[in-house]
């Protein structure tokens, strides 16, 4: 048994709630083209590969999945969403708590994000504060997303830590992939967006119902 010495932490559905932003901006840019709204509940199993996924999901949902389409409400949506990235959004209960917790027992935390990077870094410090995890990493530029290990390995070389010293911690079964393919312990938090039933089937190591259960595996 490794010793846990980081936490990797998903953000969308993990720290932050965020289901009620991304369906309004989504929503927005669908009726910017005549398309009706979708649930929000529905929004969560849209989620979790990233922005432009997410426009393809709904848009198949209003049968209107076209290149061309698809261009013109990612772009409504990103204007819209770049005036406000903090709409409806903050840290879910007991998640400030745990991450001092965490810190204070001298375990590294980091967040992993499919989101664009610039976003995940503006979301991260307003929250919880500039510099206040160890590090942050969202998507840029030709960068492989989740499920693909790049990122979260990158994140073990900068904390100077091995994969299987590390938990990585999502929502969804794309965290559960991640952490697979990352050589890392996973752990499926129900808070989120997606149901027990997808975290058990993706194979999670673990499952946490509330924060403080990640502090008892952290110390087993």
């Known amino acids: 048994m490794y010793e846990i010495k980081a936490c990797i932490f998903d953000l969308d559905g993990t720290l932050t709630n965020t289901i009620n932003a991304i369906a309004h901006f989504g929503n927005m840019a669908l009726a910017a083209y005549g398309m009706d709204p979708i649930e929000t ?5 849209y989620v979790g590969d990233g922005r432009d996924k997410l426009i393809h999901r709904i848009l198949k949902a209003r049968g209107a999945d076209t290149e061309d389409m698809f261009e013109k409400v990612r772009d409504i949506y990103d204007e819209n969403y770049e005036k406000d990235y903090l709409y409806d959004t903050d840290a ?37 504060g500039k510099s206040y995890f160890d590090s942050v990493k969202g998507v840029t530029d030709g960068m492989p997303t989740k499920p693909d290990p790049y990122s979260p390995l990158s994140i073990c070389k900068e ?17 559960i992939f991640t952490a697979k393919n990352a050589g890392m312990t996973s752990v499926g938090v129900l808070w989120g967006f997606r149901s027990r039933t997808e975290l058990v089937q993706a194979g999670a190591d673990y499952i946490a119902e509330t924060p403080r259960v990640i502090l008892q595996l952290i110390k087993s």
């Open 41 to 45: 509940e529905d929004y969560k199993i």
């Open 92 to 128: 879910y209960d007991g998640i400030r708590e745990l991450l001092t917790d965490i810190k204070s027992m001298g375990v590294k935390i980091a967040v992993c994000s499919n989101k664009p990077d610039n976003v995940v870094h503006f979301v991260t410090d307003t929250i919880f």
């Open 159 to 175: 904390l100077g830590v091995s994969p299987e010293e590390c938990l990585f911690l999502g929502d969804t079964n794309v965290d």
